[in-house]
């Protein structure tokens, strides 16, 4: 066998093991991720927030589901769902099948623009630039987002789309910051513009997609953390190199995980962060659109993310 034949099969080898190693295999091996945040006043007692985003559930998934109704074992003192729980037209009554030992325990979400419209295909290619349709633009049908909203709300969570709230976790009073689907250009944040509660122990600002705007907005306002998901951590990732795209202007070194923000920060490495910076955690997430059903490198999660004091 010549030399660039041996090579073309070699290719052809490793790209189908990929495949079948990131559609079979790593797409369905979720993480729990465990975080910790040094964003509490002195005093305060560590509290743990579980945060959820991007389930992207299609009711068939079972395994997805009864992974996800097992984190209740975990006695979150709050649970944070940052959106785009679903990618079928019939996928609210199990959202809310999944979610409901999650229910349990109080929580909050916003919602995400695959809550309100069904997938559709779309060329991969697309997400390395703006150029994509998004929401009503891709002729999709809407999804019956109202209801997953009222169920939500019927166990307890708290809806932050476009809300400024306080809420007790553990023992202490948490203001909470929330806005619509930035992706989708709804987020309206002059709504809940202005300065952190003084009297609050901690604000934390939560959206589904982390745009900058978003960001630089909650942060300037006295945000001391800020939760997202959207991104799904790249879900295709080069190994050892990492994303190569985030969905959003949000660059590729925050694409997941824990990191620092501030206003103005543009994308600036954490490393050059102020003392008084904010925390920024961007959940992976634990699906994918059923059109691309793939993960590599890229592992599906959730997260416990404990709040401690600041050191």
Same mark, same amino acid.
């Given at each position: ?19 079948? $190693?990131?559609?079979?295999? %790593? ?9 910790? =945040? ?8 560590? +509290?743990? *927030? ?7 559930? *299609?009711?068939? &998934?079972?395994?997805?589901? %009864? ?7 975990? %006695?979150? #003192? !709050?649970? +944070? ?6 990618? @079928? ?55 019956? $987002? ?5 169920? !939500? %709300?019927?166990?307890? $969570? ?15 009073? =948490? ?26 122990? /901690? ?12 960001? #630089? ?17 790249? &879900?295709?990732? +080069?190994?050892?190199?990492?994303? /190569?795209?985030?969905?959003? @202007? ?11 923000? $501030? ?11 102020? @003392? ?27 997260? /416990? /993310?404990?709040? =401690?004091?600041?050191?």
């Amino acid at each position: 066998m010549h030399s660039l034949t041996r090579s073309a099969v070699a290719v052809g080898a490793l790209g189908a093991a990929t495949l079948g $190693w990131s559609s079979l295999v %790593e797409r369905n091996w979720y993480a729990l991720r465990e975080v910790t =945040v040094p964003v509490l006043p002195e005093s305060a007692d560590p +509290v743990r *927030v579980l945060h959820l985003s991007d389930l992207h559930l *299609v009711p068939r &998934q079972a395994r997805r589901i %009864e992974w996800v109704q097992d984190l209740a074992r975990l %006695e979150p #003192d !709050f649970v +944070v769902n940052t959106g785009d729980n679903c990618s @079928d037209l019939n996928a609210v009554p199990a959202v809310l099948r999944t979610m409901a030992p999650l229910m349990d325990f109080p929580g909050a979400f916003v919602l995400g623009s695959n809550d309100y419209f069904a997938p559709a295909r779309r060329n991969p290619f697309r997400y390395f630039n703006s150029s994509h349709k998004q929401g009503d633009q891709m002729g999709v049908p809407s999804l019956p $987002w109202k209801n997953m909203v009222r169920g !939500f %709300e019927a166990g307890g $969570w708290t809806n932050l789309t476009d809300v400024r709230a306080r809420v007790p976790i553990g023992d202490l009073d =948490v203001e909470l910051v929330g806005v619509d689907d930035p992706h989708l250009g709804y987020d309206e944040y002059d709504k809940v513009a202005g300065p952190a509660a003084t009297d609050a122990d /901690l604000t934390v600002g939560v959206v589904h997609a982390p745009y900058l705007r978003v960001l #630089d907005a909650m942060t300037a306002d006295g945000a001391s953390m800020v939760m997202a998901g959207h991104t799904h951590g790249g &879900q295709i990732c +080069v190994p050892g190199y990492g994303a /190569l795209v985030t969905n959003c @202007d949000l660059g590729t070194e925050r694409v997941k995980g824990l990191s620092r923000w $501030w206003p103005g920060a543009d994308n600036a490495p954490s490393s050059r962060a102020p @003392d008084d910076a904010a925390w920024l955690h961007v959940s992976a997430g634990l699906g994918h659109n059923k059109y691309t059903p793939v993960r590599l490198a890229c592992r599906p999660e959730a997260t /416990l /993310l404990t709040l =401690v004091p600041k050191s």
